[in-house]
């Protein structure tokens, strides 16, 4: 029978890294690079994500698949500070360095862990993703579901792609990064949400990863001038109190007061089947400490219209720090309302509002999630026994 493992780990299916994201060691062992582990791995062994391995003493990485393409609102990534309306063409591999236990997207980051999380490989070309995605009318191509530090070499591949498309490109991360990594991709990377998952170094121990290499990748990747917005899921009993909200916000308004932060509701999902979701009240309770740490862009998800209903006001919508002036009014992925000039400035007092704007509002070109049109003629499913 043919594993999930015999077939990632197939001379097709993978690529010897790039020497700059590994190094050879003593007794056969070489360390890898790619995340905040920075794991030393043994001759015929994988590192902490399952996905990068030592072969023969040399650095074995993913190449040539996607576990899942999808085309999503740019909103859903959640980036609300570049291009409002713009359509991303999301795609992703396998595997993760962590273990969340509430994850989302855990049939394809946990399937080379969990026996139950079952995502369909499918072969494809870094040309042919961007092709597709421009036939979508995508803008933007963004690596996501699994974890994409650790699959660095072929985002790059389809990034250099995209770049000669004329197209932008993203990655949706836990941003567990390091030097290397995150030099590595700065030349082929314009925007980049991390998922600053705690402030709290023993919670992140729990989900598998440390705390410290996150703030630091939240540091180097505003100094590199990568476009940055933060994304914090409120976690009832785990990461959602004032003491943890407060030091979490601080630091944030320490690199920039400008980063949007994007506070989210959790449901019940994967493994963790408590506590309560997230209620609207703790949303607007995060919020308020953000706003007391100085933080200017401060949005609440999962819950459309919900936080709405309890303020004066909407916690999904753009507004200027300067004069308070509504300026891109929201409802989930929708733009409902685009008021920002040509120069990405308020139209009432000129303040200069932090992101990457189009010169002009191009439109909503989805708002909701789809399979592109064209995926049956995209890729094909690689053999299984």
Request: aromatic share 10%; hydrophobic share 35%; charged share 20%.
């Amino acid at each position: 029978m043919t594993t999930l493992h015999d077939i990632l780990t197939a001379e097709e299916r993978v690529r010897e890294a790039d020497p700059v994201l590994w190094e050879t060691l003593d007794r056969n062992r070489i360390r890898c690079y790619s995340c905040g582990h920075c794991c030393p791995i043994p001759e015929g062994q994988p590192g902490v994500c399952k996905v990068r391995f030592n072969r023969g003493g040399k650095l074995y990485v993913p190449w040539g698949y996607v576990a899942g393409v999808q085309c999503d609102p740019i909103e859903k990534k959640p980036f609300f500070h570049a291009y409002p309306g713009a359509l991303a063409y999301s795609f992703g591999m396998l595997g993760c360095d962590l273990h969340c236990v509430y994850c989302q997207n855990w049939v394809t980051s946990q399937a080379l862990r969990d026996p139950n999380a079952v995502s369909p490989q499918l072969e494809v070309e870094p040309e042919t993703l961007v092709k597709d995605a421009l036939a979508q009318g995508a803008k933007v191509l963004v690596s996501t579901y699994n974890e994409p530090l650790i699959t660095s070499e072929w985002a790059v591949a389809v990034f250099r792609e995209a770049r000669e498309e004329g197209l932008l490109t993203a990655f949706v991360s836990n941003g567990n990064g390091t030097p290397q990594v995150l030099n590595y991709l700065h030349p082929w990377i314009d925007l980049y949400k991390v998922d600053l998952k705690s402030f709290d170094d023993h919670h992140y121990r729990k989900l598998g990863g440390r705390l410290q290499p996150i703030l630091d990748t939240i540091r180097a990747l505003h100094k590199m001038g990568i476009w940055l917005e933060i994304v914090t899921l409120l976690i009832p009993g785990f990461n959602d109190s004032d003491d943890e909200l407060r030091q979490l916000t601080a630091f944030l308004a320490g690199v920039s007061v400008d980063i949007p932060w994007h506070v989210t509701a959790f449901h019940q999902d994967y493994k963790m089947t408590s506590p309560a979701d997230t209620r609207p009240e703790d949303l607007l309770r995060a919020a308020a400490i953000g706003r007391d740490a100085g933080l200017r862009y401060i949005y609440a998800g999962n819950l459309p219209g919900q936080v709405e209903s309890l303020q004066v006001g909407s916690l999904e919508d753009t507004r200027c720090h300067g004069c308070g002036q509504l300026l891109i009014e929201r409802y989930g992925y929708s733009i409902r309302k685009y008021k920002l000039s040509a120069d990405g400035a308020c139209p009432s007092c000129r303040t200069p509002v932090p992101g990457r704007w189009s010169k002009k509002f191009d439109g909503q070109i989805a708002a909701s999630p789809f399979l592109p049109r064209r995926r049956a003629q995209l890729v094909k499913i690689l053999p299984q026994q």
